[in-house]
């Protein structure tokens, strides 16, 4: 019954706006647990890589990379070098760091390139000569400014292009014991960069033992070598494939991507937009994304090298394949499958130059090249090489005079040896090394 009383009613009434406004404070609680959550995730996977030795931060990556106390640096005298470097003009007739192409294997220096390379070496006398004197030392560790950039790395590659000229140069004037040297010290510029991070470092790292190996197959069409240098040689280029360690670049390359997605600024950047890297669960997401994919591919890089980049790709797919909430990874995720493709090429390089060198001492032996491989297994060669590309024996021809050694490459596509400079544009080729003598 009505009382009559004219009373507002003080029960509450549902609005639409109330249903909007618990959807919000819901989202928002989901939001910040689901933060917590990655949060502590993050915390926990950092601190075990910490326990594990793996720098995580600038900090804890300075102490990763510097050298045992007590033993000397080469970096300074390597930087006096770099500053010691004098280009050859534009239009010298000089090859590797001019224009100019050498002569077929096996034929001499033209005279009048003879010359120029003789000024060019000539000019970068000092150059050479701390760069030998730099190869002295077994430790390296550059003081660079990342927040600048790598400027030196550029200077890395022009001295290796020197050294390789140089070792053209004197294995043409039949001086094999400069050449010996010349070769050591491009190795030893090439592993200056050791204990450099970011893979920008392994790769340039990789370019320049590449161009020393290149430097060694000139030299051995054009001169001759004693068989304890050929051992030497052998020794030294057996060291740079033990040393060369894919996944100890990744490791230091993945401290980079968590500072920069911290902190863009801190290297080189200019700040803008890293404010979305700051906005919430971004940045979590972010640095979960770059544990889990430079974790995957660090695994990747240990496996044995016939596996590697298969592994490298498949993971490169999975990445692709993730949401557009991941794209912070997808724009910082480096292209992991052809960085292996290209470290796995100087793996193949290295043992075309190892087995060439096992050819060459069985010559020296026995006054003919082999039949086949295995003839040097086991006074030359501990076994065949395997073809990282395809995990078969690496290609060998004998050849009127001398001989060719291949790798198939990335491909896996067998090209009877055609070699680079010879294929016409967009045709295949492989990855030889050519003795013509």
Same mark, same amino acid.
């Given at each position: 019954?009505?009382?009559?009383?004219?009373?507002?009613?003080?029960?509450?009434?549902?609005?639409?706006?109330?249903?909007?406004?618990?959807?919000?404070?819901?989202?928002?609680?989901?939001?910040?647990?689901?933060?917590?959550?990655?949060?502590? $995730?993050?915390?926990?996977?950092?601190?075990?890589?910490?326990?594990?030795?793996?720098?995580?931060?600038?900090?804890?990556?300075? $102490?990763?990379?510097?050298?045992?106390?007590?033993?000397?640096?080469?970096?300074?005298?390597?930087?006096?070098?770099?500053?010691?470097?004098?280009?050859?003009?534009?239009?010298?007739?000089?090859?590797?760091?001019?224009?100019?192409?050498?002569?077929?294997?096996?034929?001499?220096?033209?005279?009048?390139?003879?010359?120029?390379?003789?000024?060019?070496?000539?000019?970068?006398?000092?150059?050479?000569?701390?760069?030998?004197?730099?190869?002295?030392?077994?430790?390296?560790?550059?003081?660079?400014?990342?927040?600048?950039?790598?400027? !030196?790395?550029?200077?890395?590659?022009?001295?290796?292009?020197?050294?390789?000229?140089?070792?053209?140069?004197?294995?043409?004037?039949?001086?094999? !014991?400069?050449?010996?040297?010349?070769?050591?010290?491009?190795?030893?510029?090439?592993?200056?960069?050791?204990?450099?991070?970011?893979?920008?470092?392994?790769?340039?790292?990789?370019?320049?033992?590449?161009?020393?190996?290149?430097?060694?197959?000139?030299?051995?069409?054009?001169?001759?070598?004693?068989?304890?240098?050929?051992?030497?040689?052998?020794?030294?280029?057996?060291?740079?494939?033990?040393?060369?360690?894919?996944?100890?670049?990744?490791?230091?390359?993945?401290?980079?991507?968590?500072?920069?997605?911290?902190?863009?600024?801190?290297?080189?950047?200019?700040?803008?937009?890293?404010?979305?890297?700051?906005?919430?669960?971004?940045?979590?997401?972010?640095?979960?994304?770059?544990?889990?994919?430079?974790?995957?591919?660090?695994?990747?890089?240990?496996?044995?090298?016939?596996?590697?980049?298969?592994?490298?790709? $498949?993971?490169?797919?999975?990445?692709?394949?993730?949401?557009?909430?991941?794209?912070?990874?997808?724009?910082?995720?480096?292209?992991?499958?052809?960085?292996?493709?290209?470290?796995?090429?100087?793996?193949?390089?290295?043992?075309?130059?190892?087995?060439?060198?096992?050819?060459?001492?069985?010559?020296?032996?026995?006054?003919?090249?082999?039949?086949?491989?295995?003839?040097?297994?086991?006074?030359?060669?501990?076994?065949?090489?395997?073809?990282?590309?395809?995990?078969?024996?690496?290609?060998?021809?004998?050849?009127?005079?001398?001989?060719?050694?291949?790798?198939?490459?990335?491909?896996?596509?067998?090209?009877?040896?055609?070699?680079?400079?010879?294929?016409?544009?967009?045709?295949?080729?492989?990855?030889?090394?050519?003795?013509?003598?």
């Amino acid at each position: 019954m009505n009382d009559g009383s004219g009373r507002p009613s003080t029960g509450f009434t549902f609005k639409w706006w109330h249903l909007i406004l618990a959807a919000l404070v819901v989202l928002a609680a989901s939001i910040g647990i689901h933060v917590a959550l990655r949060h502590n $995730e993050l915390k926990r996977r950092l601190e075990a890589l910490r326990a594990e030795g793996y720098p995580t931060n600038f900090v804890e990556l300075a $102490e990763y990379t510097q050298l045992p106390a007590g033993v000397q640096n080469a970096a300074s005298v390597y930087v006096d070098a770099f500053a010691f470097y004098v280009p050859p003009a534009d239009d010298a007739n000089v090859p590797f760091m001019g224009k100019a192409k050498l002569p077929e294997r096996g034929e001499p220096l033209p005279e009048p390139m003879a010359r120029a390379i003789a000024d060019c070496l000539a000019a970068n006398e000092q150059c050479l000569a701390l760069l030998h004197e730099a190869a002295g030392f077994e430790q390296c560790r550059y003081n660079w400014d990342y927040m600048t950039g790598l400027p !030196e790395l550029k200077s890395v590659r022009h001295c290796a292009h020197l050294l390789k000229l140089s070792i053209v140069s004197h294995a043409d004037e039949g001086d094999s !014991e400069a050449a010996v040297r010349d070769i050591h010290d491009g190795l030893q510029l090439a592993k200056s960069l050791r204990r450099e991070p970011m893979l920008v470092s392994y790769l340039v790292r990789v370019a320049c033992n590449a161009l020393t190996v290149s430097g060694l197959e000139q030299a051995l069409n054009r001169t001759t070598f004693t068989d304890e240098q050929l051992k030497e040689l052998d020794d030294a280029f057996a060291a740079v494939a033990g040393d060369l360690d894919l996944a100890e670049a990744m490791i230091m390359e993945r401290c980079f991507n968590l500072e920069y997605t911290r902190d863009p600024s801190q290297i080189g950047g200019s700040g803008r937009g890293g404010f979305v890297f700051r906005l919430p669960g971004i940045q979590g997401r972010g640095l979960i994304d770059i544990l889990n994919y430079m974790g995957d591919c660090i695994e990747a890089a240990r496996l044995p090298v016939t596996e590697r980049v298969a592994r490298l790709r $498949e993971i490169e797919q999975e990445l692709n394949e993730l949401s557009v909430l991941h794209l912070m990874i997808k724009v910082l995720a480096p292209a992991m499958g052809r960085i292996g493709e290209i470290d796995l090429r100087l793996h193949a390089h290295l043992d075309l130059a190892k087995a060439a060198l096992a050819i060459e001492r069985y010559r020296l032996a026995t006054g003919s090249v082999p039949n086949e491989l295995a003839e040097l297994v086991p006074a030359y060669l501990d076994e065949v090489p395997i073809d990282p590309f395809d995990a078969r024996p690496i290609r060998y021809k004998r050849t009127e005079p001398g001989y060719l050694l291949y790798s198939v490459m990335e491909d896996g596509e067998d090209n009877a040896g055609l070699e680079k400079s010879k294929a016409g544009r967009g045709q295949p080729y492989d990855l030889c090394f050519i003795v013509t003598r």
